[in-house]
């Protein structure tokens, strides 16, 4: 999976979480302006449950404690889908 | 450390098991110390249901607020602190003793938000700061979504809680007298367990915010007024 269709899956997973946001999900087009839109904990809480379940894969707690940004999710998405 | 592979060895930190006696042998002696070196005041106590899921959304003004809760409410409450509470020499057993959930503050610990989860949905009532912090100021600030997220995520009616002179505690001490402390309870409120999304969150916490705003008297409240 390339990081375009990655960040295209994140679209589509906060504009589920975050519709009234939609404009501002569209105009991200990579890792680092996922960063800058300043989510909150929840959000992102959500955003990876629902990463999960469409994708089939699975972060630990630990590493979403430990994730410091956007490209640090692209990168395990990445390792674990082919 | 990889995204799939828990790490060997770590420790669990997250314990929903309550352990009943030590809970209320825990909470008889915290009860005794508040009727006793302080004046509370609770109101509207019925607002919480005695058995099945419940989520106490509180504010947060002083250290004493969660054992406040814990000594008053008349049912067993599980309370979320921040980690570091943990190590404080007072504060940190009482928590564990009654069960808390710690919680990572800033970083995202879904491990925390699982255990909270867990302990509703086994009929269990949570405690949770709204404010996610102690207010620096003594006025009330602004609310996080995460309370709102546990609603909706298990359906548990929401209960506003109020708790306020317990910031008073230790300067009233220091005078060997004893401070007027508050609970007052709001009326539940609960939530479509469907509707997870941001607006909606946001709208929920702006409510609750409002009405423990309607609890608390004005001298805790920010100049700028609570957006409802």
């Given amino acids: ?82 | 450390m990889t995204a799939t592979e828990p790490p060997a060895g770590s420790p669990r930190r997250y314990s929903p098991r309550l352990r009943p006696l030590l809970y209320d042998l825990v909470q008889g002696v915290i009860r005794f110390l508040f009727l006793t070196l302080s004046h509370p005041k609770t109101a509207n106590l019925d607002a919480c249901p005695r058995q099945g899921p419940a989520i106490l959304a509180v504010n947060h003004l002083s250290y004493f607020d969660g054992p406040m809760v814990l000594a008053m409410l008349p049912r067993r409450v599980r309370p979320m602190a921040a980690e570091r509470l943990r190590r404080h020499y007072f504060f940190g057993p009482v928590m564990v003793a009654t069960g808390a959930i710690f919680i990572r503050r800033g970083q995202m610990d879904r491990a925390a938000m699982r255990a909270l989860v867990e302990v509703i949905e086994e009929g269990g009532c949570v405690a949770v700061a709204i404010e996610g912090t102690r207010s620096p100021d003594g006025k009330l600030q602004e609310g996080k979504n995460g309370v709102a997220y546990l609603a909706a995520k298990t359906g548990a009616p929401l209960i506003p809680a109020a708790v306020w002179g317990t910031e008073q505690i230790w300067p009233a001490w220091k005078r060997l007298g004893r401070a007027e402390v508050h609970l007052s309870l709001g009326d539940p409120i609960t939530l479509d367990p469907q509707a997870l999304d941001v607006s909606t969150l946001d709208e929920t916490t702006r409510v609750i915010m409002s009405r423990i705003a309607g609890l608390l008297p004005a001298r805790y409240l920010p100049e700028t007024g609570v957006q409802e």
């Fill in chain 1, 1 to 82: 999976m390339t990081t375009e269709e990655i960040l295209d899956q994140i679209r589509k997973g906060l504009e589920a979480v975050a519709p009234s946001r939609a404009a501002e999900f569209h105009k991200v087009k990579s890792p680092e302006d996922l960063d800058s839109l300043g989510l909150d904990s929840i959000t992102t809480l959500e955003l990876v449950d629902r990463l999960e379940k469409r994708l089939g894969i699975a972060f630990t707690d630990d590493f979403l404690m430990d994730m410091t940004s956007a490209r640090d999710l692209v990168a395990a998405i990445q390792s674990q889908v082919a």
